[in-house]
């Protein structure tokens, strides 16, 4: 009976010493299972990463990639990245002058590690189908094959679609989607053959949200975003790889030289794109989607991310939203 009130005690004591040795094993596990298996799994993570940057080194460097749009803004960033990366350029664009001004740009990036070469122009327009095929015919014929093709020429658009000509519909269709599919068309037969190539498309998070005043360019944009949807699916039996890149405002000239309702230049640098991601910044995020052969990627800021996630989850709350921006735009134009 003595031994009873000592029980409660006893019973501390064996819990406490219980809790100690399951703190103990604890410990053990900790030690001996947890840790090494962090540390593997950090190990093995950085081994993977360190192989996909050689990988993706390897591949960019000696890839033959046409930039189109190269005279400026975006394109001309991508040009700097990937001959940096030791890539076999072909800068395309309207202005011979600016393109040689750029290969001489280029070559004074000098670049101790990286064997880089010299560039070759081509000047075409993309809204002219014929000069399109044969500048694709002149690059293959100069340098055998494309590696890598980013389609990255365009021009933006501002106006209400009361107001805008057919003919500035298509002038703004004709540089960032048939130009594009053209050059795109007379470049896959080669790809195919050799079972190898990579195509990008430039588009905008406007290829997947619409904001009024920008219908000409919005809907070059969505039929931007199909056409190499549906590209992708079709060549990926060749391996040929898509990717679709999609920013948010870059600091650029692009409202500068979008056209209006009447066709005349825009002229305007407007406060989102002057406050945008820098071309270079950009340029690095293609460079990097390329090289890991992403099939497609959002560059952009907070508000615009979030408008694409709101377009496609409450359409409802977006379209009363763009149709409130649409009035409030108008208002003050008018006044
Ligand atoms: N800036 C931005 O906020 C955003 C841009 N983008 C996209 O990025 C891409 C690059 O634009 P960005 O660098 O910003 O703008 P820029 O105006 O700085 O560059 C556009 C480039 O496209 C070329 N181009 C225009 N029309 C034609 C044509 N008919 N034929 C051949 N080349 C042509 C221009 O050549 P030229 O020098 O002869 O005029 C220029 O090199 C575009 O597709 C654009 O839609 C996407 C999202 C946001
Ligand atoms: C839950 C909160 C949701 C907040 C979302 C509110 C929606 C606000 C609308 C924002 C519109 C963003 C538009 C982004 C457009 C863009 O980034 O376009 C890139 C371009 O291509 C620029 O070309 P432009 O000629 O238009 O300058």
């Known amino acids: 009976m003595r031994v009873l009130p000592a029980l409660p005690a006893v019973a501390m004591v064996t819990a406490v010493g219980r809790k100690t040795v399951q703190k103990g094993r604890l410990m053990d596990f900790t030690s001996t299972v947890i840790i090494p298996l962090l540390f593997g799994s950090l190990g093995i993570f950085a081994v993977f990463r360190l192989l996909q940057w050689m990988r993706m080194r390897a591949y960019l460097q000696e890839a033959v990639v046409v930039v189109t749009g190269a005279t400026s803004g975006l394109g001309k960033e991508c040009a700097k990245a990937f001959h940096a990366a030791g890539s076999k350029l072909v800068l395309c ?24 070469h010299k560039p070759h122009t081509v000047v075409f327009d993309l809204s002219d189908t014929k000069t399109v ?61 050799r079972r190898q ?12 949200i619409s904001i009024p005043f920008r219908s000409a360019y919005a809907a070059s944009k969505h039929a931007t975003q199909a056409f190499f949807d549906c590209l992708r699916a079709e060549v990926e039996q060749y391996d040929i790889d898509v990717t679709v890149v999609s920013p948010g405002y870059i600091q650029t000239n692009l409202s500068l030289n979008a056209v209006t309702a009447d066709g005349s230049r825009y002229g305007v640098m407007d406060k989102n794109t002057a406050e945008g991601q820098t071309a270079a910044e950009v340029a690095q995020v293609v460079l ?12 952009a800021g907070l508000t615009p991310s979030l408008a694409v996630y709101l377009r496609n989850i409450f359409p409802r709350l977006f379209f009363t939203l ?8 108008r208002k003050a134009k008018d006044s």
């Not at 011979?96 to 280029?106: A, G, I």
């Not at 106006?159 to 594009?180: H, Q």
């Not at 990097?288 to 560059?299: P, R, S, T, Y």
């Open 93 to 116: 664009g309207r202005d011979s002058e600016k393109l040689k001004d750029l290969v001489q740009e280029l070559s004074t990036m000098t670049n101790h590690r990286k064997n880089t």
């Open 133 to 193: 095929l044969n500048a694709a015919e002149e690059i293959l014929k100069y340098l055998g094959h494309v590696d890598i093709l980013i389609n990255n020429a365009g021009i933006s658009f501002r106006g209400t679609i009361v107001d805008t000509g057919l003919d500035v519909d298509k002038k703004v269709m004709e540089t960032n989607y048939f130009g594009p599919i053209a050059l795109t068309k007379a470049l896959l037969p080669s790809m195919i053959k």
């Open 288 to 299: 990097n989607a390329v090289g890991q052969k992403k099939k497609e990627v959002l560059v």
């Open 197 to 208: 190539g990579h195509i990008v498309a430039i588009s905008s998070v406007q290829g997947k």
């Open 322 to 329: 763009m149709a409130t921006r649409a009035k409030k735009e």
